[in-house]
């Protein structure tokens, strides 16, 4: 397997053809019309199906009947677009349909611009739909976890029978990096797709809904719903540690592009005498908060800096996972605008100038 | 990764030819993600070096429509500062990836106003831009320039690397006249890159009676190649289009 040159864009969409999906649906949008465009060559070599809708409500409904028929599907779009897809995603979650959605995030709120951000991140893991339900989502730092998570994101979305989601800012979607994509995508085996509607000849039909009037049945399904949240929870978190050590007084929490801005700064830092260490949730939902927990509460750790390009959005996650046990600094940009290393630097300094003990104090 | 000194021709000149720019106006057309970008914000560099006493202004026209990031006019500071003339919308359109083409550009090619050199966006879809200007490059000499990179997944063999350059033709309505081997893959880039991909550029010139107008590379992989491995003429990379944490010293974005 040799290292090809690839955008985010067309990496993300030649991983779902390796993945099995067979079935693309979208609406152009900036920073991810590269996955589209890619999907319009690959597709009819494959025989599979690109199709552009008419808009992104649309598009949203044609995931919904081609999952229902048990292929694999998925679509990409940006912060704006996948807006407009959130009543759909709450009707394939409420009829428990495997479906893959990217989001490659530009700056909002409303259109914005198309300059990188992570501001969907509440859009994301706290639902941007109604209803009580959840959807699986995973961020990448590099194109190649971009590459792997999109095959493993079609993997979860059927063992859970639940939209996936991956997000990635601008970034993802548009720089390039080289990257090893396999022939095939190898997982773990699944069971049948017994509930999908492939025609009823010769069994009952299916009908695959999320309509129940009854509220002892719609209690029965947010029931089954969140069995598998907590199921998630448990088996599905995933993160990584970044020069963690029983030195640090510093640990900086960042995800996708952003903690790679941040390990920048580290290794900068690690040559001012200022050591820090990096916690990078890669699942949003779930959120990695026992590992934060562990981290944040270590003896060691007497600051913790959330970073990211937005206005503290998973920093209200961080939050909740340490419980108060240590003061948290939030630093974001917003608009478009990436935190630089030496503006994270900047803030770390801050934190560690202010535990410096103040020199010429006398005690009282 | 720290950005390293250019190699200068100086340096560069006991073994590697520089590259020979007798037209003008310079098009810079190829796949998406081939380094066009990278590739014309050197060219404008050395020319400048080149041309020290020149009176005649040299301009780098970003001419990117499709790309939303990493597009030449993200270097505009840095090459205005050595005296290059940027030229890209400005103000908020600056950041869009819409269809703008500034009255400057037809002005800089039908006045003779110089050297320019245009940082064409990717594919036949990038390079459709050049036909809203076709009118105007009737009239001159000019060279349009392939940048072939064979690690990118559309241009990995010849049958590629023609249809590729059919459909940029067919859309730009112009001819090429040379190929730049640009062959790299970033941070992974070996001297076997750099010749491997010399090989394919070499094989499609053959087929297509183009020639190799330069090889491109960073200036740390040409430093571990052998002069008489290349024979044509060479134009040494820095990078200048880095992501945000590739930059250690710099500070933010914009603003």
């Known amino acids: 397997m040799a290292k090809i040159l690839m955008k985010g864009n067309e990496a993300i969409a030649e991983a779902a053809i390796k993945a099995g999906a067979t079935n693309y649906f979208c609406y152009p949008i900036t920073p991810q019309n590269e996955v589209a465009e890619y999907m319009s060559k690959r597709m009819p070599e494959i025989d599979g199906v690109f199709l552009q809708g008419e808009s992104e409500l649309a598009v949203a409904n044609m995931l919904f009947g081609a999952s229902s028929t048990g292929k694999r599907v998925f679509t990409t779009s940006s912060s704006p677009g996948i807006s407009l897809m959130q009543e759909a995603i709450s009707y394939m979650a409420g009829a428990q349909l495997p479906v893959v959605i990217v989001n490659i995030m530009r700056g909002g709120p409303g259109l914005g611009g198309i300059l990188p951000a992570q501001s969907d991140y509440f859009q994301a893991t706290k639902g941007g739909g109604h209803g009580d339900y959840r959807v699986l989502v995973l961020a990448p730092s590099t194109i190649q976890e971009a590459v792997d998570l999109m095959m493993l994101s079609f993997h979860l979305a059927d063992k859970y029978r639940n939209p996936v989601m991956m997000i990635g800012d601008g970034m993802i979607g548009q720089m390039m990096e080289s990257v090893e994509i396999p022939e095939k995508y190898t997982e773990p085996e699944l069971p049948p797709k017994t509930w999908a509607a492939t025609g009823a000849r010769g069994r009952d039909p299916i009908i695959i809904k999320s309509l129940y009037l009854d509220p002892n049945l719609l209690e029965d399904n947010c029931s089954i719903l969140e069995e598998k949240y907590d199921r998630m929870k448990k088996e599905e978190v995933r993160f990584e540690l970044y020069k963690i050590a029983p030195k640090n007084k510093l640990l900086i929490i960042a995800y996708g592009t952003m903690a790679r801005i941040c390990q920048t700064a580290i290794d900068e830092l690690e040559k001012e005498g200022i050591s820090a260490g990096l916690f990078r949730p890669i699942s949003l939902f779930p959120f990695p908060e026992d590992a934060i927990y562990k981290e944040v509460t270590k003896k060691n750790i007497s600051d913790v800096l959330v970073i990211e390009m937005s206005t503290a959005q998973m920093c209200e996650d961080v939050e909740r996972a340490a419980v108060g046990k240590k003061p948290i600094t939030f630093f974001g940009r917003t608009g478009g605008i990436v935190p630089s290393p030496e503006e994270v630097m900047e803030q770390a300094r801050k934190l560690t100038d202010k535990r410096k003990p103040k020199p010429g104090k006398k005690k009282a | 990764m720290e950005s390293s000194q250019p190699l200068t021709m100086e340096t560069a000149v006991p073994r590697f030819k520089p590259p020979e720019i007798p037209r ?102 990038g390079a459709r831009v050049l036909s809203s200007l076709a009118d105007s490059f009737s009239e001159v000499d000019y060279d349009l320039l392939f940048v072939l990179n064979a690690n990118r997944p559309f ?23 040379g190929i730049i081997s640009n062959t790299h893959l970033l941070e992974h880039t070996s001297e076997d890159t750099v010749l491997t991909g010399l090989k394919l550029a070499r094989e499609v010139g053959r087929q297509t009676g183009l020639p190799v107008a330069f090889v491109s590379a960073l200036a740390e992989v040409l430093d571990g190649i052998d002069g008489e491995k290349i024979k044509v003429p060479v134009l040494p990379l820095s990078r200048s289009l880095l992501k945000p944490w590739e930059k250690k010293s710099r500070h933010g974005n914009t603003k």
């Open chain 2, 24 to 125: 003008d106006i310079i098009i810079i057309v190829g796949g998406y993600g081939s380094g066009k970008s990278e590739v014309a914000v050197n060219l404008v560099r050395f020319l400048v070096e080149q041309r020290p006493e020149s009176k005649q202004p040299i301009s780098i026209v970003d001419l990117d429509i499709v790309n939303p990031y990493f597009r030449s006019r993200e270097a505009s500071e840095e090459l205005e500062r050595i005296g290059i003339r940027a030229i890209h919308p400005r103000g908020g359109e600056r950041y869009a990836d819409l269809p703008i083409i500034l009255p400057d550009i037809k002005a800089g090619i039908v006045q003779n106003s110089g050297t320019m050199v245009l940082d064409v966006g990717g594919d036949d879809v």
């Open chain 2, 155 to 177: 241009t990995a063999d010849v049958e590629g690397c023609l249809k590729m350059m059919g459909e940029i033709e067919n859309a730009c309505g112009l001819k090429f006249t």
